[in-house]
């Protein structure tokens, strides 16, 4: 036995192990390579304007919750000058309000959120 091996009766060759890689055409390779890097490009893209578009509608709803925050915080301001808002009389007497209460903005309300939020 030249050059070979004998191991629990079975003959090894030597060389390489594993697999033997296919004759691939390079060309072919490198165009499989540029379209995966094209997919992962346009993945990517649709990710960050995903989540672009997250982020924007959360800050319009923290835009929106301050101005109710501050709607709220007049309306307790006026409470302890022992006024009581309209909104809140509508409230307590089981009126409908033709806005709700959350869509009820003061000017004052209004010009400072656009300092705030754009």
Do not use: F
Request: glycine share 6%; charged share 40%; hydrophobic share 30%.
């Amino acid at each position: 036995m030249d050059d070979s091996k004998v191991s629990g009766g079975k003959v090894k060759k030597p060389g390489k192990r594993g697999r033997k890689p296919a004759k691939i055409d390079l060309k072919a390779k490198l165009e499989r390579s540029r379209q995966s890097a094209r997919e992962c490009r346009a993945r990517k893209k649709l990710r960050y304007q995903y989540l672009e578009e997250l982020v924007s509608s959360r800050e319009r709803a923290i835009c929106a919750l301050r101005e109710e925050l501050e709607m709220y915080k007049q309306w307790c301001a006026a409470m302890d000058q022992g006024k009581i808002p309209s909104e809140i009389k509508a409230l307590l007497s089981g009126e409908d309000l033709k806005a709700a209460p959350n869509q009820v903005k003061h000017r004052a309300v209004k010009t400072e959120q656009k300092e705030k939020c754009p």
